[in-house]
């Protein structure tokens, strides 16, 4: 970060047409190919996370519908055995790392500055990487499906089965290299979030006064950073276990339970890393429906980074069946269930706001309202789970497949359709069609609850997960067909939300800068916003500054229409961790191909890799260095040498 | 041979001591989980139509912001309640552990069990050489005697689970677990590979008789025998198992010594065939000799093109392995 000491004269002035048109010369990046290439506007990024992880929710759903036809009655021959592990395997992984985070990042790249009050990320061109080896990530394990190699070990991919002997193909090894460069873009798009959060705060917005899907996606970007090395470690190692027979997980020397350990203190954090932001947009955007500040604040900010901590001491409760020593047993028992209270303190702030408030019920708040109450399924059947001697009937049954489908889709998808509704007019300057609106929400959540409320019964009556098909007079049958008929309508339900989308997005109605009355700084711009977001950097004066007139708490205001400028070449404020105050003058990178080469170089290390080509290897891993060489190269424009020169 | 007490796979009826202990607790979570489920959903639903404005979405910004007191006062109650709850599931949760822990007894028997892709393999354990033994996919138990479970797999992780007597153990290759279960009636429980092994884990199916302390006895006896030697029109079929099939199988008292694929010594007194994915009649055996890659598409067992004629013979040959 190039940081300049601000000894310049920075006044406060009004925003008139002269500054917005000098911003707009200085932010605004080329048009055509290049410059959808080269942007590093977080807000294109943003849209492409969200555009990104929605394929990847198409084709993770498009695997479940034929599972689901295989599985409508016994004995049924539509797939082979390989091909419905193949497709549980893609549709686990695809919906759990391929759509599930990044759609959360998808909506946090996008507000986390407009949030802020800040004019872009703290590293625009590494959130460029973070998305474009996102991209590539994904394609390199489709690409191994598309050839026949799809993994075929779930998304949990335990050795020995995962190892060489059981499994010689290269479907394991798509797996690996693929999930380490997804890694990488999750690393990297972590790290920028808590610099954002913690550096780009406009300035008077002190840390108590930020919105709490920043507090989410923050605590979730630390959990990824501490959780995400176990897993790209365990990657690697199957890796070379299976491609140079060093034995990790072998029953050799190595111990097949060590992938297991690795892989769940990694995954059930991550469990929280695609929940916490979810329930950050929910705290946000449920209160405007309801016309008044979300109840416990503070309190709702604690649960967040409590539940977080706490996610880190839980992981073997995925492991409850596999002989593990009774004190550990009742350690991680207890734990699991502790867990529990920061949640319910969510979900007793969402309901006395819902009680204190006056709900306006648009579609968004239907989602939420709907969400509040899926949580709390997919909650307690979590809670099921954690007594350990129910879970060793629970775990391996779909009993355990509702319970996830509770959280994925309850916590997840719920709020991520009502943020839709709620920030695309942002996004686009568009309303989402609330007749449509209303249609899309009933059939999502009817058809969910149809699908998944009797999938806890096919889990009691002992039908296990992860098999093909299963016999006749277990009364197994009538269930699944249910669940495969709700799985038709929930799927019918993502259709009416493209079609809305689609639709809306020529012909609904102008959105206006503010067309719900939001209290947080994003409404304070035109929609969709400039390329520099605010004309003037806004001054905070409290945690809600669109509605301090209505609320009028203190005597204080805060600033939006006078502030600094920042208007002597790509700039931005940067302000203290705590406090927000004024600390110093980014300077913006500029439009760069840097970052997309160096995720296509990455990407082509690990093909190469995966070929064991290792002439190819030495050439991308050369290649890689000359992008990061370019990126990092300095440059006159963002340094602040000739400045303190003319001091 | 008892009655079926339920062939099916639920766990919330139970038949063992160990496995009441832990059906009760799970009951007493899924009552106290739709509770809570109900109570949210209607305090959402009150609210939602008991709070409720009549502008349209569009209109939200009409609507004044305000911020009445009180809120804080639902997350103290509930929260408060909602920590009540989870600590007395807590106890009972520990209490249950306890409980299940260990046997109340000295175990009767010790089983071991071995996974592979994708059968089971069970040895009765002894002292005494002589009366130790092999069976697949079929254990019969003594009925109101603990049985300790010794667990282990030949290949990749499985996980024995026979719902209606008790937890499920996984099989971690490098390590053997242990366990216990114990059948209070007679019956036959049906139990299924419950981790995932690969193609065939969906057919990987167990079955586990128990009996009475005598009918067991009685049973025990008859597997420790080898088979008989085979006469008369039996001959030719003893002949081309042993061609074809034994060096994968094991025959006991015969050249028939395969280690690869189940024991077959007694396996026409079997209520099933192919790890239980079949009933074992003459039809079904027959069919998964003639061509077992279409009944179990993957698993390790050849199809051998066998003549109409051989399969008939080895299939009465193996018939008479009672």
């Known amino acids: 970060m190039a940081v300049a000491d601000s000894d310049r004269s920075l006044e406060l002035q009004q925003s008139g047409a002269p500054a917005r048109e000098r911003l707009a010369r200085i932010w605004e990046g080329e048009a055509g190919l290049r410059g959808w290439l080269s942007t590093v506007d977080h807000k294109e990024y943003g849209k492409r996370y969200i555009a990104t992880a929605f394929i990847f929710l198409i084709l993770g759903g498009l695997e479940a519908l034929v599972m689901r036809v295989q599985l409508a009655g016994p004995n049924k021959t539509l797939l082979t055995p390989e091909q419905y592990n193949q497709l549980f395997s893609m549709h686990g992984l695809t919906m759990i790392f391929l759509y599930a985070q990044p759609v959360l990042s998808g909506f946090s790249v996008y507000l986390f500055p407009l949030l802020l009050g800040a004019r872009d990320m703290a590293f625009p061109r590494l959130n460029a990487f973070s998305y474009w080896i996102y991209l590539f990530s994904g394609l390199f394990i489709y690409a191994g499906f598309v050839l026949g190699y799809g993994p075929n070990d779930g998304w949990f991919n335990y050795p020995p089965y995962a190892s060489m002997r059981y499994n010689p193909g290269p479907n394991m090894d798509f797996y690996a290299i693929g999930m380490i460069l997804f890694g990488v873009s999750s690393t990297a798009g972590a790290a920028n979030f808590v610099v954002t959060f913690l550096r780009a705060r406009a300035p008077g917005m002190s840390i108590n006064r930020v919105p709490i899907l920043t507090w989410g996606t923050v605590t979730a970007s630390f959990g990824i950073l501490f959780s995400v090395p176990a897993v790209s470690l365990a990657f690697f190692l199957l890796w070379t276990d299976r491609q140079f027979g060093t034995d990790f997980f072998n029953s050799g020397q190595g111990q097949p339970l060590l992938w297991q350990h690795l892989f769940w203190i990694f995954a059930h954090p991550w469990v929280y890393v695609v929940v916490l932001p979810a329930m950050g947009i929910v705290s946000d955007a449920l209160p405007i429906f309801c016309r008044r500040p979300l109840v416990g604040y503070t309190v709702v900010v604690l649960a967040t980074v409590a539940t977080m901590v706490m996610g880190f001491g839980v992981w073997l409760h995925h492991m409850f069946a596999t002989g593990i020593p009774y004190l550990a047993l009742s350690f991680f028992s207890a734990a699991s269930f502790v867990i529990t209270i920061p949640s319910a303190v969510a979900v007793f702030a969402w309901i006395a706001t819902i009680w204190t408030g006056r709900p306006v019920l648009s579609t968004a708040f239907l989602f939420f309202a709907g969400f509040i109450v899926m949580f709390t399924l997919g909650g307690v059947s979590g809670v099921m789970t954690a007594a350990a001697p129910a879970d060793q009937q629970l775990t391996d049954t779909y009993f355990v497949v509702a319970h996830i489908h509770y959280v994925l889709i309850g916590i997840n998808v719920l709020a991520v359709m009502g943020g839709l509704y709620v920030w695309f007019p942002k996004m686009t300057g568009r309303l989402l069609d609330e007749r449509l609106g209303r249609w899309n929400f009933w059939t999502v959540f009817l058809g969910f609850n149809i699908a998944f409320l009797p999938m806890h019964w096919t889990g009691l009556a002992g039908m296990p997960r992860r098999i093909y098909t299963y016999p006749e007079g277990l009364g197994w049958t009538a269930v699944n067909v249910v669940t495969t008929i709700g799985a038709f309508i929930l799927a019918a339900g993502v259709l009416l939300l493209l079609v809305n989308m689609y639709v809306s997005r020529r012909h609904g109605a102008a959105a206006g800068p503010d067309p719900w009355g939001g209290p947080t700084l994003e409404w304070a711009t035109t929609s969709p916003p400039p390329t520099y977001n605010f004309a003037v950097i806004p001054a905070v004066a409290s945690r809600h500054p669109l509605w301090e007139g209505s609320l009028d708490e203190s005597g204080e205001r805060s600033s939006l229409q006078r502030g600094m400028i920042l208007d002597d070449g790509k700039e931005m404020l940067t302000t203290t961790a705590l406090d927000a105050e004024p600390d110093a003058i980014q300077k913006m990178p500029p439009d760069t191909l840097a970052p997309l080469l160096a995720a296509l170089a990455a990407t082509a290390l690990g093909a190469a890799a995966l070929l064991h080509a290792w002439i190819g290897a030495t050439i991308f891993t050369l290649l890689l260095f000359a992008a990061l060489l370019v990126w990092l190269w300095p440059q006159r424009a963002m340094g602040q040498i000739s400045e303190q020169a003319h001091v | ?322």
């Not at chain 2, 010790?110 to 254990?139: C, L, M």
């Not at chain 2, 990749?156 to 719902?163: A, E, G, R």
């Open chain 2, 1 to 322: 041979m008892p009655t079926p007490a339920d062939p099916a796979m639920n766990y919330l009826e139970a038949f063992g001591e160990k496995a009441e202990a832990i059906s009760l607790l799970t009951w007493a979570l899924l009552i106290l989980s739709i509770a809570v489920v109900a109570i949210i959903a209607l305090l959402t639903a009150a609210g939602v139509t008991m709070r409720r404005t009549s502008l349209a979405a569009e209109d939200a910004k009409r609507e004044p912001v305000l911020r009445p007191s009180g809120g804080l006062s639902w997350i103290t109650v509930g929260v408060a309640l909602s920590t009540l709850a989870l600590f007395a599931s807590m106890a009972w949760n520990a209490y249950t552990m306890a409980a299940v822990n260990r046997p109340p007894r000295a175990p009767a028997l010790t089983i071991e069990v071995i996974g592979h892709q994708w059968w089971w393999q069970f040895r009765y354990k002894s002292d005494d050489p002589a009366q130790t033994f092999e069976t697949a996919n079929e254990a019969h138990i003594p009925i109101g005697a603990p049985v300790r479970l010794e667990v282990r797999t030949q290949d990749v992780i499985h996980s024995f689970w026979i719902p209606a007597l008790g937890e499920k153990i996984d099989l971690i290759p490098s390590q053997t677990n242990v366990t216990w279960f114990e059948a209070e009636k007679p019956g036959v429980y049906r139990g299924q590979c419950a981790e995932y092994c690969g193609q065939q884990h969906a057919h990987m199916a167990i079955a586990v008789v128990a009996e009475t302390p005598e009918a067991f006895q009685a049973w025990r006896v008859a597997q420790l025998h080898p088979a008989e030697a085979q006469q008369g029109g039996l001959i030719e079929g003893e002949a081309l198992f042993q061609a074809r099939c034994s060096a994968c199988h094991t025959v006991r008292g015969t050249l028939a010594g395969g280690k690869l694929g189940p024991d077959l010594t007694h396996v026409a007194s079997r209520l099933g065939i192919a790890a239980n994915t079949l009933q074992n009649t003459t039809a079904t055996l027959s069919g998964w000799i003639a061509d077992p890659q279409r009944i179990k598409p993957g698993n390790k067992m050849p199809t051998l093109d066998l003549q109409a004629s051989e399969l008939g013979a080895i299939r009465r040959y193996v018939q008479s392995l009672k």
